[in-house]
């Protein structure tokens, strides 16, 4: 009997989930008649759509919503829950961390493949600030977004609690470093979260809060074009939002956030979410990166120079067929990763096939952005629209988006009883540490906490 082909998929976010999905559907007969295997590699049994994080950090979305279980839409596929530590291409294997290697002693494990898929997504890229590890959070994960909902209810009950007009004030102040998508969403999405919050507390109100926006360059969203920019900077400004453009974080050690314009505010709360690199597994391979880091590939999303190994999304650097200016890449968004993810998906298909392939090419078709409950930006096919249009569109567009006829139907019925009803204001801190009561009462200590932005 002969081996199967195996097909290996680093990476569950949204080019592996996709591309796993669609291989799945494209190759439905060799995966019954077992002439074809797929495996997933991926660190969490569920992917994250991350646009929708901001409102799940809001409490316009429930955080189950935003993920979509793997196991569920890759029925046919083989999931293994684990962290790829190293690409071996020459001697066609992964090795692979799981979540038994520690318990079982058995140590890494290695899955062999006939044609390898490598997205393993990106990581937030920091900077050597002082303070930041200790002190700041990110918002690229679910847990992110929803701890920092937390963290920031939890800061107005602190300050509605003290006497000490200095705890108050630290606790009332929001830092944000970043003024991209991640950034500016997340902070408009819970200032607005916030200052509907404030309502219910006796003695804070919505101007007690102090926001800051930290951007190192002159603008924000330079997705979405100048004019929308410039847009956005007046609309977060109109809300007492500290807008402080050709401006870095120097230091946030101690509780300050020290900006490099001389400004210091002591704070509790420091967001991250300056940019992105690419994942540490790309740099533990045997293949071709470029400069910035990113695996090199051909318009066929063929890794440069090999056989049998294929990228997309964050991980990859693929030319951009519809540009003018030579040698000019895709660049790495959400756009580009969706419909990678498909082209992808029918070339490895055509790979166990034998079929020929297809070349991506797609022209970029403009930026929306959320700026908080019926307030966005957008610039799409040529076209600038400003608030409730375009935040009316960033809901639609992302709601098409999001994977699974399930999770739109979920996601749908929320924003409609969202409407309805007031919002959530609840914070779980708890969640930090789930068995911390039941240890207290069995006799034990209540957990350390660490001093990152939820020590109390």
Not at 31 to 55: A, H, K, N
Not at 414 to 442: C, D, M, N, Q, Y
Request: glycine share 8%.
């Amino acid at each position: 009997m002969t081996e199967p082909v195996r097909v290996l998929v680093v990476g569950g976010g949204y080019v592996g989930m996709y591309t796993a999905l669609r291989l799945q559907r494209g190759l439905k007969s060799e995966l019954s008649s077992g002439t074809t295997e797929i495996t997933v590699v991926t660190p969490d049994p569920y992917m994250t759509y991350q646009p929708f994080l901001p409102e799940a950090a809001a409490g316009n979305i429930s955080p189950r919503h935003v993920v979509v279980p793997l196991r569920r839409v890759l029925d046919k596929c083989r999931i293994v829950i684990g962290e790829a530590d190293r690409v071996d291409h020459a001697g066609r294997t992964v090795t692979v961390t799981t979540l038994a290697s520690p318990e079982d002693g058995t140590g890494s494990v290695r899955l062999p493949y006939d044609e390898l898929v490598i997205a393993p997504g990106s990581i937030s890229r920091t900077l050597p600030v002082p303070g930041l590890a200790d002190y700041a959070i990110g918002f690229k994960t679910v847990e992110e977004a929803i701890g920092l909902r937390n963290h920031v209810i939890e800061q107005m009950d602190i300050a509605s609690s003290t006497r000490d007009p200095a705890i108050r004030d630290a606790a009332l102040t929001f830092v944000f470093v970043g003024g991209g998508y991640a950034g500016v969403e997340a902070l408009a999405e819970l200032e607005d979260m916030a200052r509907y919050t404030a309502r219910y507390y006796h003695n804070i109100k919505p101007d007690d809060l102090k926001w800051i926006l930290v951007e190192a360059s002159d603008t924000i969203l330079p997705e979405v074009g100048e004019e929308m920019g410039q847009y956005a900077i007046r609309e977060l400004r109109s809300r007492n939002i500290d807008v402080r453009l050709r401006t870095r974080l120097d230091s946030c050690e101690n509780r300050v956030a020290v900006l490099s314009d001389g400004a210091r505010f002591p704070t509790r709360t420091v967001v991250w979410t300056a940019g992105v690199k690419p994942a540490p597994l790309l740099a533990a391979t045997d293949l071709p990166l470029n400069e910035r880091g990113r695996l090199r590939c051909t318009a066929e999303l063929r890794v440069e120079g090999v056989q049998h190994a294929w990228a997309a999304g964050d991980a990859a650097a693929v030319p951009d067929l519809t540009s003018r200016e030579k040698g000019k890449e895709c660049a790495p968004n959400a756009q580009h990763a969706v419909r990678q993810a498909k082209v992808l998906a029918e070339n490895v298909a055509a790979a166990v096939r034998g079929g020929t392939f297809k070349e991506y090419r797609h022209t970029y078709a403009g930026s929306v952005a959320s700026l908080g409950l019926h307030k966005g930006v957008a610039h799409v096919y040529g076209r600038k629209l400003k608030g409730y249009p375009a935040w009316f569109m960033h809901r639609a567009y992302h709601l098409s988006r999001v994977p699974t006829f399930n999770r739109k139907a979920r996601v749908l019925a929320e924003w409609t009883l969202a409407g309805l009803f007031k919002r959530e204001i609840v914070s779980l801190g708890s969640l930090e540490h789930p068995r911390a009561e039941f240890e207290i009462a069995a006799g034990g200590s209540p957990p350390a906490k660490g001093p990152g932005p939820h020590d109390n």
